[in-house]
């Protein structure tokens, strides 16, 4: 409100009678918060009586709820949906060789990524995620679908020194990850290209500094698995004499366009690495503790400064991608692994999921906040439930109680994708019988596969 | 089915179209199952051509999801749901003496503890969650509320050596377990009155002994808090020289009708004891994660035979009552701790959750399992969500996927406490209100405690 009266601008669209985690740098909360949106922005944000509800096209009523950034998967591989919980409890060994490598090479085509990419929008969406940073191979494929569904992602064509779907011969991997950059660059404001190098125990020093090189030249976003288990780091220490982050830094692989996921078997050498480099790092807590992979520094990076998304990771190693339970699960994880209950607050956690997230992508300047001129990507979580009552902290609640089916209503750009638990640009019914249908061959192929 | 054609006797209640999870000792699992249900009690279950479907008064359609036993929480405050989110990311001390105790001391008359009760309830129910094991003062009040609920339970009246809510003096409190378990023993087939002595670090050993001795005398199960944090392990070990376990073994309050809540500091000489005892432990480990307390050494619980059940603990610790997100986590925090992602494998864990934790609170003659002639407590897991899908094992779904809220229908004893996410014993809009009005006084209080 002004001297002016209240902002009397018509919007497309505003959120009223909730509860504003706007997640900016003074950390403000609006109580009986009104959030007005114009053209994919948000034009203005203040209490129910700074804003004329009397022009906007549409209102949705947050009902008492908490209306926050969307949340931010910082790291997944969304066509693997269509290997939820097709094994489980392996050891790392078997669960790679005898389940997923085969099914990947049976099933990886463009018409199960799209498939795959479908159901994973429609989980993400429907449990408050609006925008995510995809590794994959078919990227391109990933890419249409999307589009389609209307979220925010930065996709990254996979990059790796053997035959892979879409790119059988490997002395093409660079070149195919440069096609899909280009093609995508300026296809969509939605959707930032990016290339996913493998790791560096699955490509050479060559293909790393090629690939990053590559993105460098693109300006696009770097993603590589780093330090996830004790047996990669052994496997680079021993190859190479260095950590993995020691050798990935010693071939310029790091600075500030480059996200590490995982991260998990670091020292503070490591660490101290990371800070001075600029990089980011993807922590996935909930996968890291499903593979047994171990358990990454998070207070580490923190206290060093450096940019902490969180990631689900692909659907095979969690087994969903709900960043809700991934805040739960982060926030606990790091006080019992320091017997500290102060450790990995519930305020910290949370913009680990929005601002941090957006920063570790680099979108922070669009993204991650409730903020005037910034994209608007939003969600509402309905707190009139018997687990979210009482309500004496909000940030508390989305952090410790929440669950993804609390979401009820998700916007990007300005668009809303879901309205009260429906979804507006998937098809539900369809992409649940392809899944059944295409469930039923894998379930096959699995089963004649462990005999 | 027999030679004489299908099951065809007049039910109660069939559960049709799902996939039924028995959790019974050959772990049959019975694809597109039915379970029929007559006065409370399970008569029959089989394939779908085995029941004929005409002879019953009601049915429930699963749709093609999971049908399993109820989720059995072996360890809650339930009255403390009004407490929940009140105070996080503290410190123990700062937390209990700062927020919880005055909170306690304040807030917790009959009236209160009956609308936490109810709300604690509506959760549970919602969430899957038909058995709870509880400890708390004023449980009378509890008692009253959850037999209005339908739901089972096992209530300890809360005996500890300082004044508590309805129990002023000390001295009295073994006697006012004796009254409450003596009111309670013969009300209702679903309310087993049990003694919840608080912890050997706030009841002097005469009051172990006493309050043992009185639930054994009464026949009823004995809880107790041990070995949660270090700090109380080693004021025990230095006031007495012992081990929490051994502290309660020495004075005989080991046997088979013994709870042991959190059992996180123990070595391997306690895990013997407690074996040789014939205890049961419950397990906790959101809690003890978000208090920063430790990880319970469960596999090693598991590999001595000792019956472990799965805990959410209060809410003020937890903040949820929700089993779906304690099995995810126990499995997942169990593999990370010992790098094996094959330790506390699903089926491991969702037994934990069921028959086993019925087995820690005596129950498992009568409920954990659908086998015929136990009491139907039952739910139903709709599974066609994006989340669910596919589904290769229903365990894994259970376990790494699915979440409270994708629980259907709920039923104790043959009777349905939840239709269609619907409860039909609970007036969820009399309670929501009533919970809004107490949150304010709450809030009220504990923002004045902090100035």
């Known amino acids: 409100m002004n001297d002016r009266g209240p902002y009397a601008e018509p919007v497309d669209m505003l959120i009223v009678n909730g509860t504003v985690l706007t997640m900016d740098a ?7 918060g009104s959030v007005a949106i114009k053209d994919a922005r948000i034009v203005f944000l203040g209490g129910a009586h700074a804003i004329d509800h009397t022009h906007a096209n549409d209102v949705i009523d947050a009902r008492g709820g908490i209306v ?8 997944t ?14 050891p790392l060994d078997a669960w790679l060789n005898q389940h997923i490598f085969p099914a990947e090479a049976a099933f990886i085509e463009n018409q199960n990524v799209a498939i795959g990419t479908q159901l994973a929008c429609a989980e993400m969406l429907l449990s408050g995620t609006t925008c ?30 053997f035959p892979a779907p879409g790119v059988p011969d490997p002395r093409d991997n660079i070149a195919a990850a440069r096609r899909f950059v280009e093609m995508w660059c300026n296809q969509s404001a939605l959707i930032q290209p990016a290339i996913f190098c493998h790791s560096a125990y699955t490509c050479s020093a060559e ?15 770097f993603q590589v698995h780093a330090a996830e288990t004790s047996h990669e780091a052994g ?9 993995p982050v020691q050798h990935l830094s010693r071939h310029a692989i790091l600075d500030a366009n480059t996200l590490l996921v995982h991260g998990v078997w670091v020292d503070d050498d490591d660490i101290a690495i990371v800070k001075d480099s600029g990089a980011a790092v993807s922590h996935n807590p909930e996968s890291n503790m499903k593979l047994g992979s171990g358990i990454a520094p998070l207070p580490k ?5 450096i940019p902490v998304g969180l990631g689900t990771d692909g659907c095979a190693s969690n087994n969903d991608l709900d960043l809700l339970a991934e805040m739960d699960m982060t926030a606990k994880l790091h006080k019992v692994t320091l017997l500290d ?8 956690v949370l913009k680990m999921a929005t601002i941090e997230g957006a920063r570790a992508i680099g979108l922070d300047s669009q993204i991650g906040s409730i903020e005037k001129g910034k994209q608007a990507d939003l969600i509402v979580i309905d707190t009139q439930k018997p687990h979210l009552m009482p309500l004496y902290d909000p940030v508390s609640h989305v952090v410790y109680a929440a669950r993804g089916s609390d979401v009820s209503d998700v916007m990007v750009a300005g668009k809303v994708l879901v309205r009260n638990r429906s979804l507006t640009t998937l098809d539900w019914e369809d992409i649940r019988e392809r899944v059944k249908a295409l469930q039923a061959e894998i379930a096959a192929f699995n089963n004649r596969n462990r005999c």
Not at 26 to 32: C, L, P, T
Not at 68 to 75: A, D, E, Q, S, V
Not at 214 to 219: I, S
Not at 341 to 348: E, K, M, N, R
């Open 26 to 32: 003074y950390d403000r909360v609006i109580e009986n």
């Open 68 to 75: 926050m950034p969307g949340l931010i998967n910082t790291h």
């Open 77 to 90: 591989h969304v066509p693997m949906t269509i290997f939820r919980g097709l094994a489980d409890d392996l």
């Open 132 to 161: 995510f940073c995809d590794g994959y191979f078919l990227e391109d494929q990933v890419a249409r679908e999307v589009f389609k569904s209307g979220m925010r992602a930065v996709l990254g064509q996979g990059v790796i020194d």
């Open 207 to 221: 293909t790393l500094r090629a690939a990053k090189s590559a993105a460098r030249n693109l300006g696009v976003l």
């Open 235 to 243: 496997m680079i220490q021993s190859g190479q004499g260095q950590s």
């Open 301 to 305: 990076y923190l206290a060093a400064g």
């Open 341 to 348: 209950p102060s450790t990995a607050d519930a305020h910290t």
